[in-house]
């Protein structure tokens, strides 16, 4: 095949009927609290790691409610572990915890 | 002898400031220009914070108008204003002499077919929330089973397009609400409510907040829905910003529930006419003034009460119709006292 130099890049719409929602639910099922989540980005205004790398729950979180795990598993991979997230939120999640169960459900 | 006070409107602002009226000692005459009185309060199903009937709240408000003169199906048909009252002649022929009136000719909920876009109308998937309160009073709710159900804030409010920059105040709590209601009878649908902020002010909102979320599983969503339209199979689809990802969104849902708000009553605005009351911009009737004279207008001995000066929460309007009757007490007193 002639390379005429494109690419197909994937739509990058939200596309709420091909989410996997039985991950999500296994998640909510382990930390029911993620379910409370404000969006209020207190977790990655304090994150210590988003200085070097691309890092936040908040965005993590949205990512895997719309469905793009890539994408939340690649916003959390620069975590620390600090706690400093947990320490801020508002809601009260454990959000380093969070962190770890998300890596078993998602993580390969 | 006892002073006469006309009452416009017999939804709760009317009919509570009726009864306190009448507690005052004063003869109330209340009109009512529908069949039933009640207002608003009369279609709604179970009332936000706490889910409690409507009905039983409104039975509590018109047990304690019993004794006042209440027509119901009846207007205004003419009113002058004379040197210390009012004559107003009401459309079942009989003439009323009141030392003051009161309007609480409250709001109507803004037509969703409006906003095309949405189809209301067109798509059968599609209601209002007035409707989803009558389905739930009425035990209407569809038995087929929905896959996903969506909500939409702010239908005809902060919308200056449909004439409607003003929040409506309400529907926000109504959206919460009704989102919990919804995931109860249907609890493997997928619920989400597309709101551009969320206005849980009162006490106990943020809890049903918390509640949607944590025990119902709501997916909010902070975006517009910008357009819905329908699929091959029938279904809706429902196209938004996701604007915490910045990524355009769609959804297919089987029922979209659009959170029509509220506007200035369409027969508050004929009395209004009759005697060239003042409206704000929103279209609502303009207070004397906004922080200390909210029940007076600027015509001496004519009062407002309710969500005709603006969209209201019942006990807001319920606190209104209690200090109109103090107010006119207090006019009645200076205006009328022996000197
Ligand atoms: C979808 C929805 C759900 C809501 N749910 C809640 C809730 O759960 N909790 C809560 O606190 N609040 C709720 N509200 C708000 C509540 O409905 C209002 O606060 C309340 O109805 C306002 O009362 P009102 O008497 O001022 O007006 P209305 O209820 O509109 O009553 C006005 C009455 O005046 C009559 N009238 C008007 N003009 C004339 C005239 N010229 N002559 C004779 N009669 C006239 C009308 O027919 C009507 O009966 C909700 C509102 C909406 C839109
Ligand atoms: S625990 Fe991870 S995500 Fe949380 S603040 Fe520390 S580095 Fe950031
Ligand atoms: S701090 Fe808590 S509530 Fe706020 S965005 Fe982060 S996880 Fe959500
Ligand atoms: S109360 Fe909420 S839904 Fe209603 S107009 Fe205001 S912001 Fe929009």
Known sequence: MIDFGFSVSPSSRINLDSV??????????LEPDVLKCMACGSCSASCTASQFEPTSVRRAILSLQNGQVEQALDL?????????????????????HLIISIQKIYGK | MKNNILVIGGGPAGLEASANLKRLGYNVILIEKDKQLGGHLAKWDRLFPDGVSARQTLNALLEEVSGVNCFTETQLQSINVLDKSYNAILSNGITV??????????FDLFKAEKKEEYGYGIYEGVI????????????KLP??????????????????KAGNPACSKVCCATAVKQACEVKEV?????????YMDLRMFGRHYEDLYLKAQKEF????????????????????????????????LRVSLDMLVLMAGMRPSESGKTVGRQLNLTTEEDGFFSSADNLLEIQRSKLPGFFYAGACTGAKTLPDTLHEARSAAIEIDRYIKEKFSEK
């Open chain 1, 20 to 29: 996997d929602r039985e991950s999500f639910a296994a998640l909510a099922k």
């Open chain 1, 76 to 96: 959390l991979k620069g975590c620390m572990m600090c706690g400093k997230c947990t320490m801020v939120c508002p809601r009260g999640i454990n959000t380093r």
């Open chain 2, 97 to 106: 002499l009141a030392d003051a009136v009161l309007l609480a000719s409250g």
């Open chain 2, 128 to 139: 209002t929330n007035a409707d989803l309160e009558e389905a739930f009073r009425e035990k």
């Open chain 2, 143 to 160: 038995s087929k089973q929905p896959q996903a159900i969506g909500f939409v804030h702010c239908v005809g409010s902060r919308d200056e």
């Open chain 2, 186 to 194: 249907y609890p493997d649908a997928d619920v989400y409510c597309f």
């Open chain 2, 217 to 248: 599983g709501i997916r909010f969503i902070r975006g517009r829905v910008s357009e819905v339209a329908e699929t091959a199979d029938g279904r809706l689809q429902v196209k938004a910003e996701d604007t915490l990802s910045s990524k355009p």
